[in-house]
């Protein structure tokens, strides 16, 4: 299965620096037409109509850009630090050679580094073009928004008291399931982990990172490498976050729950839902429990699950390390496995 996904595309290169700049630069002017319009300063009568959507639109946007940005800022800090101070051969001897050794260490790698979607693929980047194993990459992306303390937390806090601790162990168990079946379906091959190095490392030449000695300055070294992974990433979640808030505010939430109903529907939707409004793992239980009641444990379960593994901003996020074939297997994989599981489980009653 690895291999149709791996088989072409490899090594797709990464846009130029200016070509980054021109889509922040144009992400940045998007938003700023947004603003305009949403203030009704001098707008056109013809487009006054849209000024309260709009001003939505930008309202919905901040609250993304802004939550999702300190877990970047970590995600970036914790890659340079792996950049500046993690050798391949020392990654090489601690990590494990094997696929299954690897994604399990992958899917459990967030205890230690607790970070969401945002800040899991740069610091996954980072340790797979210094070699780790693809399978530990792959885990870690999909599993470490939900598998560490953080998240584990903020979930029993919103549903001990209503669903109780079993559904805060189903969250965390499926989603290392899922995490690892991912990892280990398009990671596990030696096609795959050479692919992916291949990748890796024409994106790195490509982009032009200049790698720094260790020594003095060591905190002005770290820096440089953060501020650069920031500059590369941010334009990932700012087009993602533009996106995101186009479908919630143009796209009603409960024109999609409205199709919430039986256990195959039910699940998708709030698969559907979660992808769309790309909430940070940090606080998408408190979103989820304003569903309880509507929808079985099962559904809201898949949001929890599916959410933090696929969402806007983070495909748009994994297009910065993985070749797009291996994106849409990721994406699809997740989503097959997350919905199969809800959907079975709803069935049976079991939750």
Aim: charge should be positive; include cysteine.
């Amino acid at each position: 299965m690895a291999d149709v996904f791996w088989a072409a595309g490899a090594r797709r290169l990464a846009p130029s620096a200016r070509m980054r700049r021109a889509g922040l630069w144009g992400a940045a002017a998007l938003l700023a037409a947004a603003l305009w319009l949403g203030s009704g300063l001098l707008v056109p009568a013809a487009l006054a109509g849209l000024a309260g959507r709009l001003r939505g639109f930008v309202t919905v946007f901040l609250g993304i850009f802004f939550e999702a940005l300190p877990f970047l800022l970590a995600g970036v800090v914790v890659s340079a630090a792996i950049e500046l101070y993690l050798t391949p051969e020392r990654i090489q001897r601690a990590a494990p050679r094997g696929a299954l050794g690897a994604a399990l260490l992958g899917a459990l790698l967030g205890l230690a580094f607790p970070v969401c979607e945002c800040g899991a693929v740069p610091a996954a980047r980072r340790l797979m073009q210094k070699g780790a194993h693809p399978a530990l990459g792959i885990a870690f992306v999909l599993a470490a928004p939900v598998v560490n303390p953080v998240v584990i937390i903020s979930t029993a806090v919103a549903f001990v008291g209503t669903l109780g601790w079993g559904f805060v162990a189903w969250r965390v168990g499926l989603t290392l399931v899922v995490a690892m079946a991912v990892a280990m379906a398009l990671g596990g091959s030696a096609t795959a982990r050479d692919a992916l190095w291949a990748h890796l490392g024409a994106l790195d030449a490509h982009a032009g990172h200049h790698h720094h000695e260790h020594g003095a300055g060591w905190l002005a070294h770290l820096l440089g490498h953060a501020r650069e992974e920031f500059f590369e990433m941010s334009r990932f979640l700012v087009i993602g976050g533009l996106l995101a808030a186009a479908l919630q505010t143009f796209i009603s939430p409960a024109a999609l729950t409205a199709l919430g109903q039986g256990p195959v529907l039910s699940v998708l939707a709030m698969m559907l839902l979660a992808a769309a409004l790309s909430i940070c793992s940090t606080v998408d239980a408190f979103v989820a429990l304003s569903f309880v009641g509507s929808f079985a444990p099962s559904a809201l379960l898949a949001f929890l699950v599916f959410g933090p593994m696929v969402d806007i901003k983070s495909v748009l996020m994994f297009t910065s390390t993985f070749p797009p074939r291996a994106v849409a297997g990721l994406v699809l994989l997740s989503a097959a496995l997350v919905a199969a599981a809800c959907v079975a489980l709803n069935l049976l009653g079991a939750l």
